[in-house]
């Protein structure tokens, strides 16, 4: 019986804990099409200034051991994302001596659940730094969003990948809901 108790005591603390995990980042935007950029060449380039590998914890007991991190290339991540609203704003994708240089700074993106036995809360974050360039002329924006959930039991890596994406997603979505940056786009094409 005392075998039988240390097993499933043993089980527990061993279910509690996490291994570290790596998701891929894939943002999307849904841009409405617009003759903004009809005939501009535009090059965006995507820049990951996160401090660290990581972007939190999966939290428990072992939040040490359960950290989220990146496997794949963020700043393309982000350029591909934001070329595909571009794309849509009529604009031609380019890389070579693009007539409007897009630089967008990947600087915050948090998962993170408190160190607690039971997770319960994830605090998520994002914000993207914009930096538009035509000609003589430069527009910088900054965008980000935020937000928290509730799990009761650990999370998938899919769940996981989804949310940093949706999150993500989100945060590029904005650039394109930015109207002083069509202004500008339109008063210097």
């Known amino acids: 019986m005392k075998k039988l108790l240390l097993l499933v005591g043993a089980l527990v603390v061993a279910g509690c804990a996490h291994s570290p995990l790596q998701i891929q980042l894939y943002p999307q935007v849904q841009v409405a099409p617009e003759s903004i950029g009809s005939g501009y060449s535009l090059n965006v380039r995507g820049v990951n200034e996160l401090s660290g590998g990581g972007l939190g914890s999966l939290g428990g007991v072992y939040a040490d051991t ?5 496997a794949n290339d963020a700043g393309s991540a982000i350029a591909a994302g934001l070329s595909q609203g571009f794309a849509n704003w009529s604009f031609r994708i380019t890389d070579s001596a ?22 319960t809360q994830v605090d998520t974050s994002a914000e993207i730094h914009l930096e538009v360039k035509v000609g003589h002329a430069t527009y910088f924006g900054t965008y980000s969003s935020s937000g928290k959930d509730r799990n009761l039991i650990k999370p998938s890596r899919e769940e996981v990948e989804s949310r940093v994406n949706g999150l993500l997603s989100a945060t590029m979505q904005r650039v394109f809901e930015d109207e002083k940056l069509k202004k500008f786009l339109r008063a210097n094409l």
């Not at 693009?98 to 997770?119: D, G, H, I």
């Open 66 to 70: 359960s950290q989220v991190s990146i």
């Open 98 to 119: 693009p007539e409007v240089q897009v630089t967008a700074k990947l600087v915050k993106l948090t998962y993170n659940s408190p160190s607690q036995v039971y997770t």
